[in-house]
Nanobody
């Protein structure tokens, strides 16, 4: 059973930075893709960033140049560094994964996801 545990959310002023983390448990192989999505109140969940098993990444247009997705394979941890935050980035952020090597771009179609962590950006 794959489990994901997010941490690191919080509140920050516009223009600030936050890093959220996701610990991954249960995989016995390194061939899996991972991603972050977010959901604001009253809105649909949207994909934010993905990282494939070969380390290649994809980003939603709304966060390109501001967010960076990365991973520590040995620690089995996924990160999302968020810089130049805007009020419209306020949402619950979810870590997600599927047991396939490639995510094939931005997607919310994953087999497993975490409980979410709240990010609030005040203007």
């Amino acid at each position: 059973q794959v489990q994901l545990v997010e941490s690191g959310g919080g509140s920050v002023q516009a223009g600030g930075s936050l890093r959220v983390s996701c610990a991954i448990f249960g995989y016995t192989s390194s061939r899996y893709c991972m991603g972050w999505s977010r959901q604001a109140p009253g809105k649909e969940r949207e994909g934010v960033a993905t990282i494939n098993s070969d380390g290649t990444t994809s980003y939603a247009d709304s966060v390109k140049g501001r967010f960076t997705v990365s991973r520590d394979i040995m620690k089995r941890t996924l990160y999302l560094q968020m810089d130049s935050l805007k009020a419209e980035d306020t949402a619950t952020y979810y870590c997600e994964t599927s047991p396939r090597a490639y995510c094939y771009g931005i997607t919310t179609d994953f087999a497993y996801w975490g409980q979410g962590t709240q990010v609030t950006v005040s203007s």
